[in-house]
């Protein structure tokens, strides 16, 4: 267990560059003030810049990127908002617990929190994960998601503020599956689906809402641990929508949860996909099955990219194989309208 000297002594490290105004009463019970985990990049990155363009206070977790965290400090405080890096493990219930206090230190009464911190690993399929894999991606997506709700279960409950609100970023992976890819990133965001459900009716009573976001292929870095390169663009394009997504597009879906105009808004779950979970892509063609569009696999691929890219595309639209041999490459495929 860490000493109060410990912890004094922690957080004098994990968090800086604020905007140290004087808070009238009123003002610490109407201003929006954020904590948002993983917050230093990406989607966690892209919501704390809005919310600092709307004059709010943010505090932005981080783990590692300590130059990527003091980035998004100083261009939250560039758009107008207030904003201090917090340097905790989600993973650690002690340092949860911290992160929460060293950011109400800085910013007062918590009005909303974004679980958003997540990790994912090498695209594969399931029989060749490691045991530390699954571990690491468990931990943090699932266990580290549920301190954090945990915890902000418990500020927000005391908090004076009249709009409240916990917003989880998941995935559209909890639906799709990810086989061949990330079926534990899959898993832990159905998890967290299932708890924004349970937490929704749990503090619904107590004037707090919980939702969730669930993007789907959106341009961050995080597709960089796949091993598979131009992942976003490649199966990006094959949206409904043509493009892979931007985080700001899911901040933006994240900052209206927050807002008191979602006021009305709990236990939902927003997809920012490009239509990626709907069931047809296109015109049907004639002869195919269900009003889905059949695909047609070139078996002449040199590309090298895994077989498995494919499956993760449309579990709804039929697919016919020149040959039996499996496909390799997503830019193989066609479709015969």
């Known amino acids: 267990m860490l000493t109060s000297s410990h912890k004094d002594a922690r957080h004098s490290l994990c968090y800086i560059n604020y905007l140290p105004i004087h808070l009238t009463p009123q003002m610490v019970l109407t201003m929006a003030n954020i904590l948002v985990t993983g917050g230093g990049r990406g989607i966690g990155r892209a919501t704390a810049l809005l919310a600092g363009a709307r004059g709010w206070s943010v505090g932005i977790n981080y783990t590692r990127d300590a130059s990527a965290a003091d980035r998004t400090v100083e261009d939250v405080q560039k758009a107008g908002g207030r904003a201090a890096k ?28 974004v679980i958003n911190a997540g990790i994912t690993a090498k695209s594969q399929p399931l ?15 699932v266990f580290g998601s549920y301190l954090c709700a945990r915890e902000a279960s418990r500020r927000l409950a005391k908090s004076g503020k009249k709009n409240r609100s916990i917003v989880f970023v998941s995935s559209v992976a909890s639906k799709l599956g990810s086989p061949n890819e990330y079926v534990d990133y899959a898993g832990s965001k159905g998890a967290i689906d299932s708890l924004t459900i349970g937490l929704a009716k749990e503090l619904g009573p107590k004037g707090i809402r919980v939702n969730n976001v669930r993007p789907g292929i959106i341009k961050t870095d995080i597709h960089d641990l796949s091993g598979v390169p131009g992942r976003a663009d490649k199966l990006g394009n094959m949206s409904p929508l043509g493009r892979p997504g ?41 002869g195919s099955s269900g009003g889905h569009t ?35 490459c997503i830019d193989c495929v066609r479709r015969t309208d």
Not at 134 to 141: A, C, M, S, Y
Not at 246 to 252: D, K, P, Q, W
Not at 258 to 276: E, F, H, K
């Open 294 to 328: 059949p695909m047609v696999v070139r078996e002449d691929c040199t590309t090298g990219i895994t077989p498995p890219i494919l499956a993760a595309v449309d579990f709804h639209t039929p697919i016919s194989f020149r040959s039996q041999s499996w496909v390799s």
């Open 86 to 113: 917090l340097k905790f493990d989600i993973t650690r219930e002690a340092d949860v617990v911290d992160m929460f206090s060293a950011h109400e230190s800085y910013f007062g009464t918590l009005s909303g929190v």
């Open 127 to 141: 029989a060749e994960f490691t045991t530390e894999r699954l571990r690491n991606v468990i931990d943090t997506n």
């Open 246 to 286: 931007e985080a700001s597009e899911v901040g933006e879906a994240i900052i209206w949860l927050l807002s008191p105009q979602a006021s009305y808004v709990t236990g939902a779950a927003i997809d920012v996909a490009g239509g990626s979970l709907t069931k047809s892509h296109g015109k049907a063609s004639k």
